[in-house]
């Protein structure tokens, strides 16, 4: 027991040395096989083949210590095929072929990992972004450096000019501009104050904060980001986990089919070869790869995929459905104009804000805004209602805030003198929210948004990508939509929808045979996100997208809705590129079997090719914008 | 329960993944574990009265894998 027990503990040492020194082994490998060469050129008899056959077996071990340790947990592995056939060589007299096939082998390992290391090295930079420690001020004022994985909610954090903010949490004391562009996209610097929200990954360009922490290291808005791109770059595409599926069974099967060659030709140096030629190589690391390079590489540039699935979705979309507020247009409001049926304009206004204070809705905090620009003190409100897509309402219903179908709803008939308002109100562009009590309208309010810069070009480039055809949805009426959806190239405009609505548009398509790519805040959208082939979630600010779309973009502009698409249609044309490939280098080493001219050692070259020819092939990913 | 993250040097074929997350998840008292392919990263859940971060680091590197870095968290 004990010496089997210190034997296992020296093949472990040893299988980490080899796993460690791969450079070394192959090294070693390769300096051998030349000198049993020049030993043989120079006819010193055996010399030469007894070098080789230490080679062999030197290059064999660390391969045969890990096909065991693969075996042991029931996995038939790459290793175990050329295992076999390296003995078999050896066996058969044919040691520069196990020396040659390990050699390739082994440093074609090297080449992989380095390689590999390269299509992960964009979220490697991103993950060394990551806050490491923080300045945590203490119960009597001093302040201690602690690591990130030790602080609590409600810790209290000092962050100095220049200096990386830590966690995400409120600012406590302080003031000072931060640049978040990690965050939310925004690259210029952003005020911050008492009060205000800061997030972990972002810089404080200038002044000092105390932060009081809300969530750190991997509870942060930005672990949470480097959490989802970790998990995305290994969740793979359809076609990808197919692969997978199939090389677990190609394995096993190569090696049954070399038996079987074997026991009807009884022809061992054919048997082995088939063995190495058979290897999948190309195959299990080619569409992987392609998944790593391309969503590494878009997380770099603030679009994070969920995966491989979201990136074959998103490239195989032919219908863009987007939301109007917050997506097309910037979604910040602002009040355009006020106008009043009752006498005392300002009393009525200052009723209506106070009201839509407790409201989040993108109107309701225009007229927030409008009011504490005004300087109008906001008094307690009513208890309301939201009633979703109309508007607030109080429990009898004597109190109504929200747009022209809420007061229909309600029996409130609308004056010529207030319908007049409405339409051209509406025909401008803006929506409308009216305030009414006791059944008549006191006051309307013009709300209006504006269209996203860029957003015609972004629209237009995806029109040259495959998007064929673009909705956009919305709550607000036709007049206002018409408006926004002019100089766009929108094909279709649905107005006056609730929010329900937009999930049965989106299903509607889908029956159709659309594949539809939803783009919305992920706010009141969730559901349309959800159901979409695939959910963008852009311009919701980034910790509410994470949860609900399948593809956030950290900077909402269509420009990256663009690049996105682009991105995702590159990654999949590679990962078909990438199996092209691997199949077809298995096909022509077989081919070159039959008529006689691959070997067990080319066999393997050709193999080794491959996979870097595919790893080449997916960092080409790297490089596209 | 407790949690533990380990950082491994770079892996290579996905069926390394397959073997450490099969020899950890043998080992008693873990109760769930996830390798993070690309990341080089071992996820787990596991009871620390049955068992403790530094073996389970140990299983890791029987297999010839180096563990660079342990982080525990309850």
Not at chain 1, 336 to 356: C, R, Y
Not at chain 1, 397 to 408: F, R, S, V
Not at chain 1, 563 to 583: E, F, H, L, P, W
Not at chain 2, 31 to 48: C, E, G, I, R
């Amino acid at each position: 027991m004990s010496t089997s027990s210190s034997m296992s503990k020296e093949v472990t040492k040893l299988n980490l040395w080899y796993s460690q020194n791969p450079g070394k082994t192959s090294a070693v490998l390769a300096v051998l096989i030349v000198i049993s060469f020049g030993l043989d050129l120079l006819h010193l008899g055996t010399v030469g083949p007894v070098i080789m056959y230490i080679a062999g077996v030197f290059g064999t071990i660390p391969i045969a210590i890990r096909a065991w340790s693969a075996l042991k947990m029931k996995t038939i592995s790459i290793e175990l095929l050329v295992t076999i056939a390296c003995i078999g060589a050896l066996g058969i007299g044919e040691p520069e072929e196990a020396a040659i096939v390990t050699f390739l082998f082994l440093f074609g390992n090297v080449l992989e990992a380095r390689t590999l290391a390269k299509t992960r090295s964009a979220v490697k930079d991103l993950t060394a972004m990551a806050p490491e420690q923080a300045d945590v001020v203490q119960e009597d004022g001093t302040i201690v450096a602690t690591d990130i994985d030790d602080i609590d909610e409600g810790d209290q954090v000092l962050v100095r000019p220049g200096g990386q903010i830590p966690v995400d949490g409120k600012v406590l004391k302080g003031s000072g501009s931060a640049i978040e562009s990690m965050i939310t996209g925004e690259a210029k610097p952003v005020e911050k104050e008492v009060g205000d929200d800061v997030y972990a990954g972002s810089t404080l360009d200038s002044g000092a904060l105390t932060v009081e922490t809300s969530a750190a290291g991997e509870d942060s808005t930005f672990g949470q980001i480097i959490d989802l791109v970790e998990n995305a770059q290994d969740a793979q595409a359809p076609v990808a986990r197919f692969i997978d599926k199939f090389a677990t069974y190609y394995t096993p099967a190569v090696l049954v089919i070399a038996l079987l060659v074997l026991i009807v030709s009884r022809n061992i140096s054919l048997a082995i070869t088939m063995l190495v030629l058979g290897c999948p190589g190309a195959l299990v690391i080619g569409a992987p790869v392609a998944n790593v390079a391309g969503i590494g590489r878009s997380a770099s540039n603030g679009i994070l995929f969920k995966g491989g699935n979201a990136v074959a979705a998103l490239a195989g979309a032919d219908t863009l459905m987007m939301d109007k507020t917050g997506t097309i247009t910037t979604g910040k409001m602002n009040v355009n104009e006020t106008k009043t049926f009752t006498t005392d304009t300002d009393q009525a206004f200052a009723e209506l804000a106070a009201i839509e204070a407790d409201s989040s809705h993108p109107l309701a905090n225009a007229i927030v805004a409008e009011s504490k620009k005004r300087g109008i003190e906001l008094n307690a409100a009513p208890e309301m209602t939201t009633i979703k897509g109309r508007g607030l309402v109080n429990a009898d219903e004597t109190i109504l805030a929200g747009n022209p179908q809420l007061m229909a709803d309600n029996g409130v008939v609308l004056p010529a003198a207030v319908q007049e308002a409405v339409t051209a109100a509406q025909n401008a562009g803006n929506s409308v929210v009216l305030y009414a009590k006791d059944g008549t309208v006191q006051l309307m309010v013009a709300v209006g948004d504006h269209v996203r810069p860029g957003a015609a070009a972004g629209l237009t480039d995806l029109k040259k990508h495959g998007i064929k055809r673009i909705v956009m949805l919305t709550g607000d009426n036709q007049a206002a939509a018409a408006q926004i959806a002019s100089g766009l190239p929108i094909d279709e405009v649905r107005a006056e929808l609730l929010p329900q609505d937009k999930l049965t548009i989106v299903k509607e398509a889908q029956d159709k045979g659309a594949k539809v790519a939803f783009v919305g805040d992920g706010i009141n959208d969730a559901p349309a996100l959800a159901t979409a082939d695939v959910g963008v979630g852009m311009g919701g600010g980034t910790a509410v997208a994470l949860d609900t779309a399948d593809v956030v973009l950290v900077k909402a502009d269509f420009d990256t809705l663009a690049s996105a698409v682009r991105t995702a249609k590159g990654t999949t044309r590679v990962t078909t590129q990438n199996i092209v490939i691997a199949v077809g280098t298995v096909v022509l080493l077989l081919l070159g079997l039959l008529v006689g001219i691959v070997q067990m050692g080319s066999g393997m070259f050709v193999h080794e090719a491959s996979i870097l020819l595919v790893i080449a092939n997916a960092l080409r990913l790297l490089r596209n914008k | 329960m407790k949690q533990a993250i380990m950082k491994l040097d770079g892996l290579t074929c996905p069926s390394c993944m397959q073997k450490i997350e099969h020899a950890v998840y043998g080992v008693n008292g873990v109760q769930d574990v996830k390798v993070l392919f690309n990341a080089a990263k071992l996820k787990t859940h596991f009871d620390s009265a049955a068992t403790s971060a530094d073996d389970l680091a140990n299983v890791v590197q029987e297999l010839g894998y180096t563990v660079k870095s342990i982080k525990v968290k309850d």
